[in-house]
């Protein structure tokens, strides 16, 4: 099975920053790699998939890159909504593998 | 437009059985496959597997065989998730996706909006 890593598991910023969130995965899964949003009490939303794509909707903010066994999601200039928890998750195999989330609070 | 629509909350004792129902509309059902995802208070995301509605084939995560079961009825474009001899750390939160294929990049586009069981006695 593969496991997904994402570091840092908890980050403090402002509004207005730049933030990037990295994801290991443990073999390489090419670009099989996906970024979802999770808002408290909410389900996860898709942001970023084939660790580049921009989910329709989804804003221009943030961006995802990366292929192999290392990826990041990076978020261009933060806004108050995108306070909510990232989680990474690989498509390349069986099980559907999720890093264990980054938590995105206010500073 | 796309929707799927969970059951609603369950309270359930120690050793009882619970399903989860996951009704899909706004598309052609038997395209996509239904992964459903654990959420334990607190905690992260876990993939609990996934139903083939196509074959209507199960395949199963480590640690999501015996007790816990998928189904489907196609014929109202539902998917299942039961779950039986419920115990107190199946306490969570259930959310059925719909998996999309874009050219054989696979990511889990619609979302049910989850279904909170608590077992407790």
């Known amino acids: 099975d593969i496991q997904m890593t994402q570091s840092p598991s908890s980050l403090s910023a402002s509004v207005g920053d730049r933030v990037t969130i990295t994801c290991r995965a443990s073999q390489s899964i090419s670009s099989y790699l996906n970024w979802y949003q999770q808002k408290p009490g909410k389900a996860p939303k898709l942001l970023i998939y084939a660790a580049s794509t921009l989910q329709s909707g989804a804003p221009s903010r943030f961006s995802g890159s990366g292929s192999g066994t290392d990826f990041t999601l990076t978020i261009s200039s933060l806004q108050l909504e995108d306070f909510a928890t990232y989680y990474c998750?690989?498509?390349?195999?069986?099980?559907?593998?999720f890093g264990q989330g980054t938590k995105l609070e206010i500073k | 437009q796309v929707q799927l629509v969970q059951s609603g909350s369950e309270l359930k004792k120690p050793g009882a059985s619970v399903k989860v129902s996951c009704k899909a509309s706004g598309y052609t059902f038997t395209n996509y496959g239904i992964n459903w995802v654990r959420q334990a208070p607190g905690q992260g995301l876990e993939w609990m597997g996934w139903i083939n509605t196509k074959t209507e084939n199960p395949t199963y995560a480590q640690g999501f065989t015996g007790r816990f079961v998928l189904s489907l009825d196609t014929s109202v474009s539902t998917a299942y998730l039961q779950i039986s001899s419920l115990k107190a750390e199946d306490t969570a939160v259930y959310y059925c996706a719909r998996e999309y294929d874009s050219s054989r990049k696979y990511y889990f586009d619609y979302w049910g909006q989850g279904t909170l069981v608590t077992v407790s006695s």
């Open positions: 998750q690989q498509s390349y195999s069986i099980p559907r593998s």
